[in-house]
């Protein structure tokens, strides 16, 4: 059987999630395609939360993470939820940090974002759940916030459903087939889909998916874990009382407050092991818990025990930027890759890369995500995965 429509989306988590809700939402026929089961777990898009905040280290991303709180707020009202739980966020720089805390005032500044820019002494009195080095010193954004990682993307599959998108779970993809002017056709197990655009979102499988174009992008695809501990007074690490944290060294760290349930979330950033995503473990690893739970002993004395581990997966480029862009070669077909901190911006994702599949392009500078930029074809670039 052929199907017809005016875009498949592959890939159902946050990124393709919502391109298909921003596609269908202007009027146009959407077939979405997931290779598993819509929330699994064996990608980027699953359990509790994520961090949504306006510190970054360039202009042209904090420009961006302000489209991202107005997107957001868009989806809360169109699907009648809340969704973003603002807590304030610190980001904490030790002495000699391996992350500059310049480029991320700097970029704030030239914005025109607000924040502070705090001591030890500071944070400790403002936070006494917090033990920072002598030295250290902290950027605090009062609009960080959370939102919720597996319910956030439900959301936006519900809102594409709403608006006509058809998603059909367990659809891997099997071929792709360019027929210039006569579009594409899709094709998996249970029959081709043939339309005039293709949005990949495919994250860890992006390579499976655009080879079948002629495509291989350089991508590593790393093996995360996300620990929750149980402190003795929760009360304590709730949100208003605890902010969310990002320690900017190497290694880097990040925690939440409590949230929906008595328990302190934390994470090494770019911490695990490069893996095959077909052929992976999905048991937890003690060591990398191990060291989360030092340096929480250290940074956030009294969170607790771990009580439980989940994994992740982060499929990076080698420059940790983004790809929201066409293929050269081709411009019916557009790739979206969030590089392991793209959740945040997962409704503005949509939205850009629905506006580059119908109309080529977008009002919005998406020239440092390009597909034929240093990161992505110098086959002598050097990765660098801290931001």
Not at 82 to 110: C, H, K, Q, R
Not at 353 to 381: E, F, I, M, N, Q
Request: hydrophobic share 40%.
């Amino acid at each position: 059987m052929t199907d017809r429509a005016d875009y498949v989306v592959v890939g159902l988590g946050a990124l393709g999630s919502a391109a298909a809700m921003e596609l269908a939402r202007r009027g146009h026929t959407v077939v979405g395609l997931e290779r598993f089961a819509l929330g699994h777990s064996r990608g980027a898009s699953h359990d509790t939360s994520r961090i949504l905040r306006h510190s970054y280290h360039t202009p042209a991303y904090v420009r961006l993470t302000q489209q991202a709180y107005d997107d957001w707020a868009r989806l809360e009202r169109d699907a009648g939820t809340d969704l973003v739980t603002t807590v304030g966020g610190v980001d904490l720089f030790p002495p000699d940090a391996a992350i500059p805390p310049l480029a991320y005032t700097d970029s704030m500044s030239e914005v025109g974002i607000g924040f502070d820019l705090l001591d030890r002494a500071d944070v400790e009195a403002r936070w006494p759940q917090l033990r920072l080095p002598d030295g250290a010193v902290a950027i605090h954004q009062a609009d960080a916030a959370i939102v919720p990682a597996a319910r956030g993307t439900r959301t936006m599959q519900e809102q594409a459903r709403h608006s006509g998108a058809d998603l059909r779970e367990r659809h891997p993809v099997t071929a792709v087939r360019d027929l210039g002017a006569g579009g594409l056709e899709v094709e998996t197990p249970y029959g081709v889909v043939a339309c005039r655009g293709l949005v990949v979102c495919a994250d860890a499988w992006s390579n499976e998916v655009l080879g079948h174009l002629g495509v291989r992008l350089p991508l590593e695809v790393t093996l995360e874990q996300v620990t929750y501990f149980r402190p003795e007074r929760p009360e304590d690490f709730a949100p208003g009382r605890l902010p969310l944290w990002i320690w900017m060294d190497d290694p880097s760290f990040y925690g939440f407050p409590c949230y929906g349930e008595p328990t302190v979330k934390a994470a090494q950033d770019c911490g695990g092991p490069i893996v095959d995503p077909v052929d992976r473990t999905v048991l937890p690893d003690p060591a990398m818990r191990g060291l989360l739970a030092d340096h929480l002993r250290r940074m956030l004395p009294g969170s607790g025990v771990p009580v439980r581990s989940v994994r992740c997966q982060y499929t990076l480029t080698p420059d940790r930027d983004f790809v929201l862009a066409p293929l050269p070669e081709n411009p019916s077909v557009v790739v979206g890759l969030g590089a392991g901190h793209g959740f945040k911006f997962a409704p503005t994702f949509g939205r850009l890369l629905a506006d580059l599949a119908v109309d080529g392009g977008t009002c919005t500078d998406l020239s440092s995500y390009r597909l034929d930029r240093p990161g992505l074809t110098d086959p002598d670039y050097q990765a660098h995965w801290l931001v």
